[in-house]
Nanobody, 118 residues
Framework: QVQLVESGGGLVQAGGSLRLSCTTS????????MAWYRQAPGKQREMVAQ???????FYANSAKGRFTISRDNAKNTVYLQMNSLKPEDTAVYYC????????????WGHGTQVTVSS
């Protein structure tokens, strides 16, 4: 069983930056796809960015040019660097993992709150 633990959320002013981290209890080699999702109050959870074990990345339009996802397999950790933050980025951010590309998410973290003030 793989457990995902997020950290790095917090309160930041618009235009600021945050880096989220997601550490797995087991080897992330077993998770071909790692991703970050977010859910704002009253909205559905949405995918923000994902990265495969081979390093292929995909970003939601809202994240392109501002967010960068990366993974450190040696540290079993995935990161989300968020720059130029906007109030509309305010949400709970969840780390997620899937065993194979195209699979539904197999594992979820508990989430970390990101609040961007205007």
């Amino acid at each position: 069983q793989v457990q995902l633990v997020e950290s790095g959320g917090g309160l930041v002013q618009a235009g600021g930056s945050l880096r989220l981290s997601c550490t797995t209890s087991g080897s992330i080699f077993s998770l071909n796809v790692m991703a970050w999702y977010r859910q704002a109050p009253g909205k559905q959870r949405e995918m923000v960015a994902q990265i495969t074990s081979g390093g292929t990345t995909f970003y939601a339009n809202s994240a392109k040019g501002r967010f960068t996802i990366s993974r450190d397999n040696a540290k079993n950790t995935v990161y989300l660097q968020m720059n130029s933050l906007k109030p509309e980025d305010t949400a709970v951010y969840y780390c997620a993992g899937a065993l194979r590309v195209g699979d539904a998410i197999n594992y979820w973290g508990h989430g970390t709150q990101v609040t961007v003030s205007s």
